[in-house]
């Protein structure tokens, strides 16, 4: 057995105690900054959503589906008046369009000829994810937020469709938020890109109103 002197063993003590406290501190430093962080990312939304009345922008869609393991991508535009004036435009063979006039929801198929009618409410955001964004300016009321690798993860504080999460990437342009995604409870993941977003253009309520042809089929739902 080897056997250390004194000196040496106030040596080591001195060393533990200082990188003991070292590493304390640097454990309080990053909770510290990961919760400014999360503060700092929180305010910088709901700043930009106090003056907000209007959103418009094209978006792109990554639809993960675990169980298929398939991707599939979408592309369109979509415009958004507040408080839940909501529509988003898909292009491309999968077009169609969706119509979220506060507690309605209008699905529009052109291809199938047909729409679907039925009620909305914020336990039915899956039917139509982008109308999330006419709610983050609420973040702290309805979610519980956290910080990681310079996302902020939202989890809501009530059941909300089975939404697992959404994890919000923010962006240094007039509207604070680039992209967002949301994980639901079976591992399946809705990835929307925002680009050329624009706000407070003073979009019209026609903008809103579906146009739908009389040869279509309708369901109610």
Same mark, same amino acid.
């Given at each position: 057995?080897?056997?250390?002197?004194?000196?040496?063993?106030?040596?080591?003590?001195?060393?533990?105690?200082?990188?003991?406290?070292?590493?304390?501190?640097?454990?309080?430093?990053? =909770?510290?900054?990961?919760?400014?962080?999360?503060?700092?990312?929180? %305010?910088?939304?709901?700043?930009?959503?106090?003056?907000?009345?209007?959103?418009?922008?094209?978006? =792109?869609?990554?639809?993960?589906?675990?169980?298929?393991? /398939?991707?599939?991508?979408?592309?369109?535009?979509?415009?958004?008046?507040?408080?839940?004036?909501?529509?988003?435009?898909?292009?491309?063979? %999968?077009?169609?369009?969706?119509?979220?006039?506060?507690?309605?929801?209008?699905?529009?198929?052109?291809?199938?000829?047909? %729409?679907?009618?039925?009620?909305?409410?914020?336990?039915?955001?899956?039917? %139509?994810?982008?109308?999330?964004?006419?709610?983050?300016?609420?973040?702290?009321?309805?979610?519980?937020?956290?910080?990681?690798?310079?996302?902020?993860?939202?989890?809501?504080? /009530?059941?909300?469709?089975?939404?697992?999460?959404?994890?919000?990437?923010?962006?240094?342009?007039?509207?604070?938020?680039?992209?967002?995604?949301?994980?639901?409870?079976?591992?399946?993941? =809705?990835?929307?890109?925002?680009?050329?977003?624009?706000?407070?253009?003073?979009?019209?309520?026609?903008?809103?109103?579906?146009?739908?042809?009389?040869?279509?089929?309708?369901?109610?739902?």
């Amino acid at each position: 057995m080897v056997m250390l002197k004194t000196k040496h063993l106030k040596g080591l003590l001195y060393l533990f105690c200082f990188f003991s406290l070292f590493t304390l501190n640097f454990s309080l430093l990053t =909770v510290s900054i990961a919760s400014s962080s999360v503060e700092e990312g929180i %305010a910088r939304i709901q700043k930009a959503y106090e003056n907000i009345k209007d959103i418009s922008g094209s978006f =792109v869609q990554e639809s993960h589906i675990k169980d298929l393991k /398939r991707t599939d991508i979408y592309k369109g535009q979509f415009f958004i008046r507040m408080p839940m004036k909501i529509k988003w435009d898909y292009k491309g063979k %999968a077009g169609q369009e969706v119509f979220i006039n506060n507690n309605e929801i209008i699905i529009y198929q052109k291809k199938e000829k047909q %729409a679907f009618i039925g009620n909305f409410d914020k336990d039915t955001y899956g039917q %139509a994810p982008i109308a999330l964004l006419s709610g983050f300016g609420k973040i702290q009321e309805e979610f519980h937020v956290s910080e990681r690798s310079s996302r902020l993860i939202l989890k809501p504080r /009530r059941p909300l469709e089975g939404i697992h999460s959404i994890e919000i990437d923010l962006s240094e342009d007039e509207f604070p938020i680039r992209s967002f995604t949301i994980n639901d409870s079976h591992s399946n993941r =809705v990835k929307i890109k925002l680009k050329d977003v624009k706000i407070n253009t003073g979009l019209e309520d026609r903008l809103f109103e579906p146009s739908l042809p009389k040869d279509i089929t309708i369901y109610e739902q």
